[in-house]
């Protein structure tokens, strides 16, 4: 991520400076590298908090603070987890919630490529006027949607499932999706299109042959973001997804007793944030793309 | 709007035009599909849906517009957004602004952007979680109180004997204001000071069988002593079994209430004031023997859960701020900067004068994001805020949920209170229509 900038930074230092030069340089800047440590640790002690939190015995809970277990690393154990995954309501969570966020990200990029090469390379009537309506929805509120779905939901017989909830991410997934497509496949030099125009490619061939491979940066990108958002997602969950029960609707019937279902919440809730840190860190550049061409722009 | 379409080329002829649209038509179809059916039809219904009452019968005109403003739960809720709205964009965007050029000045800065930014990949549900297990109120296992602890017990020094009472009537007063003998004394008299309610991983551990105090000449003798043993004892008596508190501090009163000498009790708990002149005194405990361990703020309280919660929210999005910050500042020609530096200007005012107005495009990107976040935040009331304060700590998306969904079910206001936080992104909305206008 933060490959932004780093080169520009290393040009502006000095290539040849003296010894006490850098001496004077690295004691002027000790404050600026104190008060960065004191921030990162800042940063990272709730995370790690929740984890130590997570091995530690749950009857421990009420006495003892999680950092004691750095000083006692005996009091640490994988009870809590063995028994969070031999409980098969949470698996199936986890399942469930995975299904959910692969479909509502495959979906919404698939939806959101079609119409984004439509909008940068298709001529139309009324298209930027169109393009203008899917900006205005990329700030609706999705508490717009909840009632009226709830009922439409209802009345198609899909309320709480997984296609359910699948379809309401793809739509609102569907608006940065094809705002940050449209924005990339733009930038695709023209050249490319025409001569394989001219060469008799269907629009289609070149949507699949020409457009996707070359969109890979930005589709992964988005890919990142609409895993991230359904996974994440509570909101949704909560309104439309009470038994089919996602990971974070499992962990939400928990909390009402917070203090004596620390051992299923605590490592419950650190699965659930260690699948999107896994992906965020494998894929971090991506993420910061996305983040920046959905932003800045 | 008037760009030239960018592609032409395609044969003019009626057959080919209409293959054309029918081509784009293939292309747009699935997202007109999606956005008609989930966004676009269900923002008219619900505008529908909110000038009708819960049932939806009845046509109730702006009734449910104004039960937003007269009911309490959603009148705090408003409040507390406007406190969020208040607070969180100027504080995101600044603590972003201010990581973004310390870690300028670091050859580290990747690391420390990865570890900032790592919160904005987990679910603001699960950094609830997170921070409900750091606010935790017993400083023994709530992180931040215990973090605060150390700084109040070491100004503070809590009491040798935290929990201790007087074990008969004759010492007056509290442990909060300190303990009195009643009677007063006069050089050459003994007394007895006994406490009772001492837990025994409070009695210091070189305490020794105490022992009645012996008399002393122009001087007055005492013991201080955990007057309890194993099966009662006899209050007011000095017994086998029981020890002497040492480390307690005596302090010695005249008669006009003046300081006049203080003593610190041995591990029998004996002490004793010598060189008096003759006279009335009074023999106390201060209150600083019984001063209480820091107890813990109450950060899931009814007062302090908004706070708390901003403070977990400023934790998860101020990595945002700070790395698309950070590229706006990659962005910016060096030689502006050095052009300010070689004529004079300090680096504060390089910051402010050049580098602040150059970013200001981006600062306002990040505040507006973090502005629409913000009216839109739900989760991490949920998940921080125990059952029993989340009226304290409401927020209006969190506020029309409840009311749809949450037991009440009152579409109607629900209604209402989703148009309300429509209306209020109205703006932003425009103000992004008006940018890509410009652009297209």
């Known amino acids: 991520m933060a490959a932004v900038g780093a080169e520009v930074r290393a040009a502006a230092r000095p290539e040849h400076e003296s010894v006490a030069a850098r001496v004077v340089r690295i004691a002027t800047r000790a404050p600026v590298h104190l008060v960065l440590v004191a921030v990162g640790l800042l940063w990272l002690i709730p995370t790690?908090?929740?984890?130590?939190?997570?091995?530690?015995?749950?009857?421990?809970?009420?006495?003892?603070?999680?950092?004691?277990?750095?000083?006692?690393?005996?009091?640490?154990?994988?009870?809590?987890?063995?028994?969070?995954?031999?409980?098969?309501g949470i698996t199936h969570s986890l399942l469930t919630t995975l299904y959910i966020a692969i479909g509502g990200t495959v979906l919404p990029i698939l939806v959101g490529a079609l119409a984004g090469y439509a909008f940068a390379w298709l001529d139309f009537p009324g298209r930027d006027w169109l393009f203008v309506v899917v900006i205005g929805l990329l700030v609706v509120p999705l508490q717009m949607a909840l009632i009226p779905i709830f009922s439409l939901y209802n009345s198609v017989g899909i309320f709480d499932t997984v296609l359910s909830l699948i379809l309401f991410h793809t739509a609102f997934g569907l608006p940065f999706a094809i705002f940050l497509l449209r924005n990339f496949f733009i930038g695709i030099p023209k050249d490319i299109l025409e001569s394989a125009r001219i060469d008799g490619s269907s629009e289609l061939r070149i949507f699949l042959r020409l457009i996707l491979p070359l969109g890979l940066p930005a589709i992964a990108s988005l890919a990142i973001f609409q895993f991230l958002w359904t996974w994440n997602d509570l909101l949704v969950a909560l309104t439309f997804g009470r038994d089919t029960r996602p990971i974070t609707v499992a962990i939400f019937n928990q909390l009402t007793e917070f203090g004596s279902n620390i051992e299923i919440i605590a490592p419950a809730a650190f699965v659930s944030l260690a699948i999107p840190l896994v992906v965020f860190f494998a894929f971090q550049r991506y993420f910061v793309q996305g983040l920046l061409a959905g932003s800045v722009k | 709007m008037t760009a030239a379409p960018p592609v032409q080329e395609a044969p003019p002829a009626a057959p080919g035009v209409l293959r054309r649209h029918a081509v784009t038509l293939v292309f747009l179809a699935p997202?007109?599909?999606?956005l008609g059916l989930w966004i676009v039809y269900p923002t008219v219904r619900t505008i529908i849906r909110s000038f009708f009452d819960r049932k939806g019968d009845k046509f109730v005109w702006f009734d449910n517009y104004k039960s937003i403003f007269t009911s309490d739960f959603i009148v705090t809720a408003i409040k507390n957004n406007a406190i969020w709205i208040g607070v969180v964009p100027a504080l995101v965007t600044a603590?972003?602004?201010?990581?973004?050029?310390?870690?300028?000045?670091?050859?580290?800065?990747?690391?420390?952007?990865?570890?900032?930014?790592?919160?904005?990949?987990?679910?603001?549900?699960?950094?609830?979680?997170?921070w409900r297990v750091m606010y935790q109120k017993e400083p023994g296992r709530g992180a931040v109180n215990a973090g605060i602890a150390v700084v109040a017990d070491g100004i503070n020094p809590p009491g040798a004997l935290s929990d201790a009472l007087p074990s008969t009537a004759s010492l007056t007063g509290s442990p909060a204001t300190g303990l009195t003998l009643q009677r007063p004394v006069h050089p050459g008299q003994t007394v007895a000071l006994g406490l009772t309610g001492i837990p025994p991983e409070q009695v210091p551990g070189s305490a020794k069988q105490a022992a009645a105090p012996k008399p002393v000449g122009n001087g007055i003798a005492g013991v201080v002593w955990r007057d309890f043993k194993p099966g009662g004892g006899t209050p007011g008596k000095v017994e086998p079994g029981e020890v002497g508190l040492p480390g307690v501090k005596v302090v010695l009163r005249d008669a006009q209430g003046k300081s006049a000498g203080s003593a610190t009790a041995d591990d029998t708990g004996r002490f004793a004031f010598t060189d008096l002149k003759?006279?009335?005194?009074?023999?106390?405990?201060?209150?600083?023997?019984?001063?209480?361990?820091?107890?813990?703020?109450?950060?899931?309280?009814?007062?302090?859960?908004?706070?708390?919660?901003?403070?977990?929210?400023i934790w998860v999005w101020a990595g945002f701020a700070m790395v698309v910050i950070a590229a706006g500042l990659a962005a910016i020609p060096r030689d502006v900067l050095e052009a300010a530096r070689t004529d004079g200007a300090t680096e504060w005012q390089t910051f402010r004068r050049v580098t602040v107005p150059l970013l200001a495009p981006v600062l306002s990107v990040v505040f507006i994001t973090m502005v629409i976040n913000v009216l839109?935040?739900?989760?991490?009331?949920?998940?921080?805020?125990?059952?029993?304060?989340?009226?304290?700590?409401?927020?209006?998306?969190?506020?029309?949920?409840?009311?749809?969904?949450?037991?009440?079910?009152?579409?109607?206001?629900?209604?209402?209170?989703?148009?309300?936080l429509l209306v209020l992104v109205i703006p932003v909305l425009a103000l992004n229509v008006r940018r890509f206008r410009r652009e297209l």
């Open chain 2, 95 to 130: 603590i972003g602004l201010i990581f973004a050029v310390l870690t300028e000045r670091v050859s580290w800065a990747v690391a420390f952007k990865t570890v900032v930014f790592m919160p904005m990949a987990i679910s603001l549900f699960a950094a609830g979680v997170i």
């Open chain 2, 31 to 34: 997202a007109i599909f999606f």
């Open chain 1, 48 to 88: 790690l908090g929740l984890f130590l939190t997570s091995i530690m015995p749950a009857d421990r809970f009420d006495t003892a603070g999680w950092w004691k277990v750095i000083a006692h690393p005996s009091l640490a154990t994988w009870q809590n987890y063995d028994r969070l995954f031999s409980n098969s």
């Open chain 2, 278 to 313: 003759p006279g009335d005194y009074r023999v106390a405990i201060g209150a600083s023997t019984f001063r209480k361990p820091f107890g813990g703020v109450s950060w899931l309280g009814p007062k302090l859960i908004t706070p708390a919660l901003i403070l977990a929210y």
């Open chain 2, 376 to 420: 839109k935040v739900f989760d991490i009331v949920l998940s921080v805020a125990p059952g029993s304060v989340q009226d304290d700590a409401n927020v209006i998306a969190l506020a029309m949920w409840r009311t749809a969904f949450g037991g009440v079910n009152d579409f109607g206001l629900g209604s209402a209170l989703a148009v309300f």
